[in-house]
């Protein structure tokens, strides 16, 4: 137990969970407390004692079943049945009288797809748990074709028994059965609702069968190489450039409460940074109350002036998240600057402050971005020098003392006129310019990216993969 | 030392005689935090029942709910102890015609008569059972979070003048955050977490049925699943558990049944508070047939 519970920690470190040595022993000895059959109880303990940020909690539940699924009857911490499907589905296959004749064939391989198919149209629509769990067992059985030692990822034989059950046709036959069933037509209200609760058992249904392949991979290839496979980053540590779609989304999802924290913090700094010059008046008043004596000195209140922000942001293809991401971050956190005007390009330029003004959703806005700016000039492809010269031609008198100027980009210029004069202007001009890349530092300089020949000229070029290099950034931008 | 509770099920039942419906997660936490005498630090989107939840184990414990509420430029005086400077002023006064020594008097102004304890310290001398709650963590600067640590993990509190006072009895203590700003490592290490999220639909539906005892459960069963429904739409600020049951309680103030989409939308703005919201959640119930999702990234 001591070893496997090692093993496991060692995997939440490796997965970039920063587990401490007390921490450790807290679980150690949480667990000691906790009925050791109750699953839930015990996963509830470890993550308790071990997770410390809710964001990390699907890293933590990932690691949890690759090492205490299938082991669970072995070390008898599983009492949930989903350690038992064959008594499960026994059990239950024939307790559902609409399966009728698959029922009573259940367990065996002779089912045909119509039939399976049928059940598992029953099981959705009764919302039935143990059913769910039996059919999910037998399509990956099935339809995943999982042969040992092959090395191809879980989400391979996901996608090849999602694509045999047809999840989305149920779908849409259990909405056609629900708009029989009711005696009026449903209105769009009533739709929505059943829709959403279909869905969530789909996903149920989902989940089932992840968590099957998983047990089974996990079975076949031993449990540390499986949680290796399975190791994600951290939603923070997910490189904007080659996000896949549902990291995109947990990106997105973490981005709200990051611009929250991050507008308190700088209000905070505003307020609490430095003290302003002594206050003579109040400082005499105040010492009345020590008899004349100046005992309790008082400062004038700070007013630092807020900075005015200029992002320039590439939006080709290949940075185009990190721009996305970037400028939702500038205007989420734009009460801290006295104004925020934003450019994008690709080979030309264009001003887009005017979708984000009076917008309250600025994911909106940066849809319309994306969709309405005028940024292609000669063929789509990144050049840089001509959109920097373009910027300085029309907005460059626009510059002040006051502006700070971010420049977004991966300085992968297609191998044209660098123009890096204008950057040099630029911050001749503006209090700061920095420029933040989405590459990694090893790339850059590399084939035709030139960022160093800009770089010299600003006050700083930062890497900015992520959210928590993004987050650092905000910290310096004053 | 006696255990308040014998297992996570005896929490979980004897919070739901108070009114608290807990899930296992909490009930699991909240066993766990009794037995290792160890403080919760409770994290969770606004109005999920985190002040809740102590209140109501301090309810099923029959404790004194000790609460300290934190806010900017909290600092150990209004958190731990003062002294009560015009008292002792007054006792130095009075002394100044009689001939005791200013040992006599030094020793009597720093003693517990002038000591005017404040919640955590208060919480640390308590005779009898106390829950000790920190409201709302997240908005002390990080240098305060350092008064609580001593407290949190060895429940003793130091005065330079008095020495170490420590606790009589090692009370339950709660944390509650809002995720304002990442807590300190220190803080964290010493405390159990607890993430309390939106609840599930049919734990929204059955903390409406306890809430609001008058209310029908067809219209319960309603009301929490429009309220998933408009969870899954990318808000500002979705629908808390206090909201639905202001929203259900509306419901059943109009005499309403079964909701309608009209009646959903003229009352949406209970659930919602920024109008960004409203008009969009209104335009998800009324508007398409489920042709476009909610919560499916607009891929750009």
């Known amino acids: ?478 | 030392m006696d255990y308040r509770f014998e297992t996570p099920a005896d929490v979980s039942t004897r919070l739901r005689d108070v009114d608290y419906l807990s899930d296992e997660a909490i009930a699991g936490v909240v066993f766990l935090a009794d037995r290792l005498g160890k403080p919760i630090l409770v994290e969770g989107p606004a109005g999920t029942g985190k002040t809740q939840l102590a209140k109501s184990v301090a309810e099923i414990l029959g404790a004194r709910l000790i609460r300290l509420q934190c806010y900017e430029g909290l600092d150990e005086s209004k958190a731990l102890y003062e002294w009560n400077y015009k008292k002792q002023l007054l006792r130095i006064q009075a002394e100044r015609n009689s001939d005791s020594s200013w040992e006599d008097i030094e020793t009597d102004i720093f003693s517990d008569e002038f000591l005017l304890t404040r919640p955590l310290l208060e919480a640390i001398l308590a005779e009898d059972p106390v829950v000790l709650l920190i409201d709302e963590v997240d908005r002390v600067e990080v240098e305060t979070e350092a008064l609580l640590l001593e407290i949190l993990s060895d429940y003793q509190v130091s005065i330079p003048e008095l020495g170490t006072i420590a606790a009589r009895q090692i009370p339950m203590v709660f944390l509650t955050s809002n995720n304002t700003r990442e807590l300190s490592e220190a803080l964290k290490r010493r405390c159990l977490f607890l993430h309390i999220d939106y609840p599930d639909m049919e734990r929204e539906k059955e903390i409406v049925l306890t809430k609001i005892p008058e209310i029908t459960e067809s219209l319960a069963d309603q009301v929490a699943r429009i309220v998933r429904s408009i969870r899954q739409l990318e808000l500002k600020k979705s629908p808390s558990v206090s909201e639905t049951l202001d929203w259900a309680r509306t419901l059943l103030l109009l005499g309403v049944d079964s909701v309608t989409e009209a009646d959903a939308i003229e009352t949406l703005n209970i659930l919602l508070k920024y109008q960004s919201d409203i008009t969009k959640a209104s335009k998800e119930l009324q508007g398409d047939s489920g042709a476009k999702r909610p919560g499916v990234p607009r891929t750009s």
């Not at chain 1, 064939?105 to 002779?110: H, N, V």
């Not at chain 1, 149920?170 to 009711?182: C, D, F, N, T, W």
């Not at chain 1, 789509?380 to 020098?385: A, L, Q, V």
């Not at chain 1, 890096?420 to 202007?425: D, L, P, R």
């Open chain 1, 1 to 478: 137990m001591l070893e496997l519970l090692s093993g496991f920690i060692v995997e939440l470190r490796a997965a970039g969970l920063p587990v401490s040595l007390t921490e450790n022993l807290d679980a150690m000895e949480a667990i000691t407390h906790i009925p050791i059959e109750n699953r839930s109880a015990f996963k509830y303990a470890l993550a308790a004692t071990l997770v410390k940020n809710n964001s990390h909690w699907r890293a933590f539940e990932t690691v949890f079943e690759v090492y205490f699924s299938l082991r669970g009857s072995e070390y008898s911490l599983g009492g949930g049945g989903d350690d038992l499907p064959e008594i499960t589905e026994d059990d239950e296959a024939p307790m559902n009288p609409d399966a009728g004749g698959a029922g009573a064939g259940g367990a065996g391989e002779a089912m045909s797809p119509e039939q399976m198919a049928e059940m598992l149209f029953q099981a959705m629509r009764n919302g039935d748990d143990g059913l769910m769990r039996a059919l999910a067992r037998q399509a990956v059985t099935r339809f995943a074709g999982m042969e040992p030692g092959r090395p191809v990822g879980g989400t391979y034989y996901l996608y090849r028994t999602l694509r045999n059950l047809d999840l989305d046709g149920v779908l849409e036959r259990l909405m056609e059965e629900a708009q029989e069933q009711s005696s009026s037509p449903l209105t769009q209200l009533e739709e929505r609702l059943e829709r959403d609760e279909f869905e969530s058992r789909i996903d149920r249904m989902k989940k089932e069968i992840e968590a099957e392949i998983r047990r089974r991979l996990v079975a076949d290839r031993g449990v540390e190489a499986m949680a290796k496979t399975l190791r994600k980053p951290l939603p923070e540590d997910v490189d904007f450039m080659h996000a896949n779609r549902e990291e995109l989304v947990s990106l997105r999802k973490a981005m709200y409460p990051l611009t929250r924290k991050l507008a308190v913090r700088l209000a905070r700094k505003r307020r609490h940074g430095r003290k302003g010059p002594l206050d003579f008046r109040a400082t005499v008043r105040q010492s009345l109350s020590y008899g004349g004596v100046p005992a309790d000195p008082r400062f004038r209140y700070p007013r630092p002036s807020k900075p005015e922000i200029f992002v320039v942001a590439d939006i080709s293809g290949s940075v185009a998240a990190f721009a996305r991401f970037t400028l939702q971050l500038v205007y989420a956190i734009s009460g801290q600057f006295s104004r925020v005007r934003s450019f994008v390009f690709i080979d030309g330029i264009d001003e887009v402050t005017r979708f984000f003004e009076g917008v309250e959703d600025i994911s909106v806005a940066i849809h319309r971005v994306n969709t309405e700016a005028d940024v292609v000039w000669v063929d789509g492809h990144s050049d840089y020098g001509h959109a920097f010269e373009v910027f300085w031609e029309k907005y460059g008198r626009e510059i002040s003392p006051k502006t700070t100027v971010l420049i977004l980009g991966d300085a992968r210029n297609n191998y044209h006129a660098s123009q890096s004069w204008v950057i040099k202007e630029m911050s001749k001009k503006a209090r700061h310019v920095y420029w933040l890349n989405p590459e990694p530092k090893a790339y850059w300089d590399t084939g035709d990216s030139i960022v160093s020949d800009y770089g010299a000229h600003t006050d700083g070029v930062f890497e900015c993969r992520n959210l928590r290099q993004l987050e650092k950034f905000v910290d310096i931008l004053e």
